[in-house]
Nanobody, 123 residues
Framework: QVQLVESGGGLVQAGGSLRLSCAAS????????MGWFRQAPGKERDFVAA????????YYADSVKGRFTISIDNAKNTVYLQMNSLKPEDTAVYYCAARYGGIRYRRDEYDYWGQGTQVTVSS
């Protein structure tokens, strides 16, 4: 199976930036899509952003549009989530996910998951 490992989380003040990385243990098929989800304590694991590995098409949750950017480095087999203008409500565990097929927006539509990385935004 595809193995995903997130990194780059940490503590940052409101208005600051972080870049999350998701490294895959092996190269994915070009038909895969990659996504980022986040889960705050006591809440659902919600969609954040997704990208098609083959086309580069992206899709973002309304709450992060204009602030977050998802991208892929094909040479490194790594997906990134650049997070700018962070807000306290962005605090959550962020998970990288992969699925076979096109971009989807629900957690049960993804096949592979990383273990998560904590992002904490202080006021």
């Amino acid at each position: 199976q595809v193995q995903l490992v997130e990194s780059g989380g940490g503590l940052v003040q409101a208005g600051g930036s972080l870049r999350l990385s998701c490294a895959a243990s092996e190269r994915t098929f070009r038909s895969y899509a990659m996504g980022w989800f986040r889960q705050a304590p006591g809440k659902e694991r919600d969609f954040v952003a997704a990208i098609s590995w083959s086309t580069g098409s992206t899709y973002y949750a309304d709450s992060v549009k204009g602030r977050f950017t998802i991208s892929i480095d094909n040479a490194k087999n790594t997906v990134y989530l650049q997070m700018n203008s962070l807000k306290p409500e962005d605090t959550a565990v962020y998970y990288c996910a992969a699925r076979y097929g096109g971009i989807r927006y629900r957690r049960d539509e993804y096949d592979y998951w990383g273990q998560g990385t904590q992002v904490t935004v202080s006021s």
